[in-house]
Each structure stands twice: as C-alpha cells, then as structure tokens.
Nanobody
Framework: QVQLVESGGGSVQAGGSLRLSCAASGYDASTYRSACMGWFRQAPGKGREGVAVVEIYGPTKYADFAKGRFTISRDNSKNTLDLQMNSLNSEDTAMYYC???????????????????WGQGTQVTVSS
C-alpha cells in the first residue's frame, strides 16, 4: 500500500518562504521508477489544481503561477518529494497535497485525474 505523508506547512507572511516535504512508502522499486510525483493545492471554495510535477529523473512541469517562485525536487534515494516555495502571497493560501501516479504518454501531467495516490495534505497560510 503506497502512503504519502506531507509535512512543512504553516503560516508565513507575504513575501516569505516555506518548504514542503512528502515521504513516500510502500512502492516497489519498478513502480516507483515509473511514477510521476507532484504537488497540488486546493484553496477554500476552489477545485484542486496542479502546482508542479516531476518524473523519476526530472523533467518537471510547473503551473504558470508557480514558475519562477516554486521549485520541485525529488530524492529517489530517500523516496521524498520537496517543494520550495518563495515569494509567497495570499493567493498561495491552500491545502497542499502530494500525489503519485503512473507516467503518461507525454510524461507527467499537472491534471489531477492521472494520480491515484494522495497524501492527507498540509495547510499553507500566507498573511498579507
């Protein structure tokens, strides 16, 4: 059973930074190598949206709002996934989720429907 556990959320003032981490367990080696992993978020009253995704040896994809501010990284030796978030603003306030799923024909996607494993989420609150 694949489990994803997020950590690192919290409250920060606008302009600040946070680093989220996700620990993955329960993968067998072959499945992990073929997995996309990513960060998604859901703000109150809004749908869940992709933030950034990464294949086993990166390429990465970022949502437009994340480009230049957020960096996704994957440590395959530790089965962890991080998201460094800089220059945060109030619109970044949301529950952030780690997810994993199979690689598609065009690599990893920012859409949520290709991911079949999800963590419980970690709250990020940015105050202005």
């Amino acid at each position: 059973q694949v489990q994803l556990v997020e950590s690192g959320g919290g409250s920060v003032q606008a302009g600040g930074s946070l680093r989220l981490s996700c620990a993955a367990s329960g993968y067998d080696a072959s499945t992990y190598r073929s997995a996309c992993m990513g960060w998604f978020r859901q703000a109150p009253g809004k749908g869940r949206e992709g933030v950034a995704v990464v294949e086993i040896y990166g390429p990465t994809k970022y949502a437009d709002f994340a480009k230049g501010r957020f960096t996704i990284s994957r440590d395959n030796s530790k089965n962890t996934l991080d998201l460094q978030m800089n220059s945060l603003n109030s619109e970044d306030t949301a529950m952030y989720y780690c997810a994993a799923g199979p690689v598609g024909g065009a690599g990893c996607y920012l859409g949520t429907n290709t991911y079949n494993y999800w963590g419980q989420g970690t709250q990020v609150t940015v105050s202005s």
